[in-house]
């Protein structure tokens, strides 16, 4: 019986791709890095919210987020403020946040998508990059605000220029 199965795989073609020679053709359908989803108005900045619901929900601890500190509302503001709640009328909403630095450790990542999936706007997606390689472990931390920069200027792929900020 071993045998037969044996000859069978012997003599069927083969399925194995012999990189670098040959390559894949479903890139599109490979989950890479986790990486950060442009803002439609303005590809310089993701559309993050700064919910941390990304960072609380993965099991590998993998994403650092952090929202730039809101400024301190000036004696005019805070003054209209309350006039609004003398009125009744709702306070106005503090300044939006703001991204200050999002970082992602590939080293720790299981790919599980739970980031992905718990991001109530869908500003994470996984990339297409499957060339990952590297002697380096420190190469495999990235500053995912500085990659979208640089996609946004058309640099490309998260392997190039990795900034380890």
Not at 23 to 33: E, K, L, S, Y
Not at 102 to 124: M, W
Not at 125 to 150: E, G, H, I, V, W
Request: hydrophobic letters at 30%.
């Amino acid at each position: 019986m071993g045998l037969r199965v044996t000859g069978k795989y012997f003599v069927s073609p083969q399925i194995t791709v012999h990189y670098p020679r040959k390559t894949v053709h479903n890139i599109a359908t490979f989950h890479g890095p986790v990486e950060l989803v442009p803002s439609p108005k303005d590809p310089m900045k993701p559309k993050c919210i700064v919910c941390l619901q990304c960072a609380s929900a993965c099991p590998s601890n993998c994403l650092t987020v952090v929202m730039k500190p809101t400024p301190k509302p000036s004696a005019e503001e805070i003054k209209a403020q309350k006039e609004a709640e003398a009125k009744g009328e709702k306070a106005k909403k503090s300044a939006p946040k703001e991204l200050l630095k999002f970082t992602y450790d590939f080293t720790l990542c299981s790919l599980c998508g739970t980031c992905v999936e718990t991001c109530p706007v869908g500003s994470l997606r996984f990339s297409n990059d499957a060339y990952l390689a590297s002697t380096n472990k420190k190469d495999f931390f990235y500053d995912l605000l500085a990659r979208l920069c640089r996609q946004s200027e058309g640099r490309g792929s998260i392997s190039e220029g990795v900034d380890n900020g």
